[in-house]
């Protein structure tokens, strides 16, 4: 529905950091002169790149202590 609203101007324009199905972004999007994109810039900040930092190392130190991580990845 996005796409189709941009197509259609019934959106103005877009910026867009995260896309559905990456790294395979959508074409139609590629295409629109009035969509931006940058992938995954929302997290450039210290205060955010700080706590990914820190959850990381809770992380690591919750595996070898052998316990359940937080952000498990399979």
């Given at each position: 529905?996005?796409?189709?609203?941009?197509q259609?101007?019934?959106?103005?324009?877009?910026?867009?950091?995260?896309?559905?199905n990456e790294p395979?972004?959508?074409?139609?999007l590629?295409?629109?002169?009035?969509?931006?994109?940058?992938?995954?810039?929302g997290?450039?900040t210290v205060?955010?790149?700080?706590?990914?930092?820190?959850?990381?190392?809770?992380?690591?130190?919750l595996?070898?202590?052998?316990q359940?991580?937080?952000?498990?990845?399979?």
């Amino acid at each position: 529905v996005l796409i189709e609203y941009l197509q259609q101007k019934k959106i103005a324009g877009a910026g867009l950091d995260t896309f559905e199905n990456e790294p395979r972004i959508d074409r139609r999007l590629i295409e629109l002169d009035n969509v931006v994109l940058y992938p995954h810039v929302g997290t450039y900040t210290v205060e955010t790149r700080t706590a990914m930092a820190h959850r990381q190392l809770e992380n690591l130190r919750l595996h070898f202590a052998g316990q359940p991580v937080i952000n498990r990845v399979v």
